[in-house]
């Protein structure tokens, strides 16, 4: 098994601090199937930051073969909020605005 890069859980919780941002501050927006997409510029967006002193961890499973980190942990990001409102609410929303 590979060793992983000592960057990993940094380039994970980045990648996760990210992946909130374009959760709760990004919108995509169609009317329907063929018509244009629109997608919030950078500039009419939000970047979520924390302080140096933030405690954030992240877990990686070592069992597991690596097979590339890159950004892939924003993904889970708006998943799980949604998730977690329909825990709490047991509402399904399809977005935030």
Excluded at 23 to 46: C, T, Y
């Amino acid at each position: 098994m590979q060793r992983q890069s000592r960057w990993l859980p940094q380039s994970g919780i980045g990648a996760n601090i990210q992946g909130l941002g374009g959760a709760l501050f990004e919108a995509i927006e169609f009317e329907r199937a063929a018509s244009p997409i629109r997608i919030s510029p950078v500039i009419e967006s939000s970047f979520p930051r924390t302080s140096p002193k933030s405690k954030l961890s992240l877990s990686i499973a070592k069992d597991i073969a690596p097979a590339g980190a890159g950004e892939t942990p924003i993904m889970a990001v708006a998943p799980a909020i949604g998730n977690a409102i329909f825990n709490a609410t047991k509402q399904r929303l399809n977005n935030l605005r």
